[in-house]
C-alpha cells in the first residue's frame, strides 16, 4: 500500500482502499481461472466475500 494512500485518513479509508484492492484480485483470479477452464463457482464466491467486506468494514 503506497504511503500516499494511508498517510493522513481515517483507519475506514484505510479498510476500504484494502477491501477494494482484494475484490479487484478475485475479479483477476475468477477470470483467469475461467480463461484456463477452471470450474469456478463463482456466485458463491461472491455472496462469501459480500460478508466479509462487511464485516471487515464493520470491524
Do not use: C, H
Not at 21 to 48: F, G, H, P, S
Amino acid at each position: 500500500m503506497p504511503r500516499s494512500r494511508w498517510e493522513g485518513i481515517t483507519a475506514i479509508d484505510i479498510r476500504k482502499y484494502l477491501i477494494n484492492q482484494l475484490n479487484n484480485a478475485l475479479e483477476l483470479m475468477v477470470k483467469r481461472l475461467k480463461k484456463e477452464k477452471y470450474v469456478v463457482n463463482d456466485i458463491e464466491l461472491w455472496t462469501d466475500f459480500a460478508k466479509v467486506k462487511e464485516e471487515f468494514l464493520l470491524s
